[in-house]
């Protein structure tokens, strides 16, 4: 089971865009960073304390502080 929690040991507030599992080739390997989507830094659609935003039909995150 693959899981995106645990990757954002330093604030990063910059809108990155976000990484959809479907995106990922055969081997589950991010488009990004070309290694697996489940210990890349990308940004899922689905990920707790992270904010949201579209544009141009593109979703876009970035981490919010969590406490
Ligand atoms: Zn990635």
Same mark, same amino acid.
Request: proline residues 7%.
């Given at each position: =089971? &693959?899981? &995106? !929690? @645990?990757?954002?040991? @330093?604030? %990063?507030?910059?809108?990155? &865009? #976000? #990484? !959809?599992?479907?995106? *990922?080739?055969?081997?589950? %390997? *991010? +488009?990004?960073?070309?290694? $697996?989507?489940?210990? *890349? +830094? *990308?940004?899922? +659609?689905? =990920? +707790?304390? #992270?904010?949201?935003?579209?544009? %141009?039909?593109?979703?876009?995150?970035? &981490?919010?502080? $969590? $406490?």
């Amino acid at each position: =089971m &693959k899981q &995106k !929690f @645990r990757h954002f040991s @330093r604030p %990063n507030n910059t809108f990155a &865009k #976000v #990484v !959809f599992a479907v995106e *990922c080739d055969e081997d589950g %390997n *991010c +488009p990004n960073c070309h290694i $697996d989507y489940a210990e *890349c +830094p *990308c940004l899922g +659609p689905t =990920m +707790p304390n #992270v904010e949201y935003e579209w544009r %141009n039909g593109i979703m876009y995150g970035r &981490k919010i502080a $969590d $406490d």
